[in-house]
């Protein structure tokens, strides 16, 4: 078996360079697309007292060491999430980010452990409107790669046609022909038990000890998240409230929440909300979904009690999370997140 060359060989590196620089017309044009539209980029602190509070995310920590040698944990932040919202609170309308983040337990062709992140919000306006953001940033990608198709493997999508919006309830529907929310109530609980009879009456395999959001992800890796965006991009939008724990409830249906994500030749691209700003309700999904971590894990992150705080005055807003690389893969048609990275973290264990 021949091993791959590194990325430092100068004839790798040649191969990779056409793709490394499309990279960076991409990067700045979307600088130039939000400075246009009176967006202020802001630099957030990489380090956190939490990395986020999500069952399924995974951080990179560390310890700080004060000056009368006392400790303390911090994390390398998976978004700059929290911090944005307190710059919101503090009076900012309309900011993005563009820097890097860092998450552990992932890696592959769609996954890396250090990663770059586009998120941006918009105070006072719905996140219909991040929906249009996204929509004009795909374009724009594809108008600097030089291409008229966004692909990834065999798949294939119109970065200049207008996108599809699909609610979940409508996918579970069309693509698994299971009636999603019948398992859920209107103060957001779910049931089990309906839902589990609902994904076996479709051939779909269960263990016994699946919970609800186990079956809901099941359903979603094998039968819905394979089917979006082709032809065209797809807003998979309406998520259950159990499945967006930092959304605000829709105001047309409590059992759904204000959440997006965009999907392109399968590939998910970018995950928006409107964005939840009752810390009481706040503070209750974090502690259940840290009770679920460490059920699987073993392991629970710390609440950053800053941001429940500074929840309490932020405005009303909507803010989405994009992740970049994806976006230059798909506009250059590259097979792997790392052929996009200009320098990809080591394989410590190759």
């Known amino acids: 078996m021949i091993e791959a060359s590194p990325w430092w060989t100068p004839h790798v590196h040649a191969d990779r360079r056409p793709r490394l620089l499309a990279r960076n017309r991409i990067a700045a044009a979307s600088r130039s697309f939000f400075a246009e539209r009176d967006f202020i980029e802001v630099s957030t602190a990489a380090l956190q007292v939490s990395p986020g509070n999500e069952t399924h995310l995974s951080a990179f920590a560390t310890t700080a060491i004060r000056p009368d040698a006392t400790t303390a944990p911090l994390y390398l932040h998976t978004s700059p999430e929290f911090a944005c919202k307190k710059l919101l609170a503090a009076g900012e309308r309309r900011?993005?980010?563009f820097g890097a983040v860092w998450r552990n337990r992932e890696r592959g062709p769609l996954h890396h452990p250090e990663f770059t992140m586009l998120e941006w919000y918009r105070v006072g306006k719905p996140y219909e409107a991040l929906m249009d953001d996204c929509a004009a940033l795909l374009a724009l990608a594809a108008k600097q790669a030089g291409t008229k198709h966004f692909s990834f493997r065999k798949g294939e999508a119109d970065p200049f046609a207008e996108p599809e919006r699909l609610t979940v309830a409508e996918a579970f529907d069309r693509h698994a022909g299971i009636d999603l929310l019948a398992t859920v109530s209107p103060d957001g609980s779910t049931d089990r038990a309906g839902l589990l009879a609902a994904v076996e009456s479709v051939g779909i395999r269960t263990v016994p000890d699946d919970t609800w959001a186990d079956l809901y992800s099941r359903v979603m890796v094998e039968r819905i998240e394979p089917t979006l965006g082709f032809g065209r991009p797809t807003?998979?939008?309406e998520y259950p409230v159990a499945e967006a724990s930092l959304a605000r409830p829709a105001p047309h249906d409590a059992r759904v929440a204000e959440r997006f994500e965009l999907y392109c030749c399968g590939v998910e691209l970018a995950n928006g909300f409107g964005e939840l700003t009752d810390p009481a309700e706040q503070r209750r999904r974090f502690i259940a979904e840290m009770?679920?971590?460490?059920?699987?894990?073993?392991?629970?992150?710390?609440?950053?009690?800053?941001?429940?705080?500074?929840l309490a005055i932020m405005p009303d807003a909507s803010g989405v999370a994009l992740g970049f690389d994806r976006l230059v893969m798909l506009a250059v048609g590259a097979a792997r997140i790392d052929?996009?990275?200009?320098?990809?973290v080591a394989d410590a264990g190759s």
């Open 95 to 97: 900011i993005f980010n």
């Open 235 to 237: 807003f998979l939008c």
């Open 339 to 344: 052929e996009v990275l200009w320098t990809p």
């Open 291 to 310: 009770d679920e971590k460490e059920r699987i894990y073993g392991e629970r992150y710390p609440i950053d009690e800053d941001f429940l705080a500074a």
